[in-house]
């Protein structure tokens, strides 16, 4: 499975950004997918989540209510539309997925998702 994200940039506090990830290699393959991002200096950190035969879509407290994931099973595609961005989403954004379902007490943890795509950076600044 190979992963391609893409769709970051310069935008201002209070805007938005709509991310994609593409993915090849294997059909389904985003069936269960993520979104991550690395600030410099700091950890990955868990933003969105969605999985398989699951309704629930699983979002870090940091961005419930402006960050808003879903998939395109047509195009094999997944999406992370980001509003009202703040300069602390800064960030190289990655997306990630996994074959099997995973555990919802392991979805936050970046080691639970076996593919990652190369990473988009994200920079809110005025």
Request: charged letters at 20%; one cysteine or more.
């Amino acid at each position: 499975v190979q992963l391609q994200a893409s769709g970051g940039g310069l935008v201002q506090p209070g805007g938005s950004l709509r991310l994609s990830c593409a993915a090849s290699g294997r059909t389904s393959s985003l069936e269960n997918m993520a979104w991550f991002r690395q600030a410099p200096g700091k950890e990955r950190e868990f933003v969105a989540a969605i999985r398989v035969g699951d309704t629930n879509k699983y979002y870090a407290d940091s961005v419930k209510g402006r960050f808003t994931i879903s998939r395109d099973r047509s195009k094999n595609s997944g999406h992370l539309q980001m509003n009202n961005l703040k300069p602390e989403d800064t960030a190289v954004y990655f997306c990630a997925s996994k074959i099997n379902r995973p555990i919802s007490s392991a979805i936050r943890l970046a080691d639970t998702w076996g593919y990652w795509g190369q990473g988009t950076q994200v920079t809110v600044s005025s």
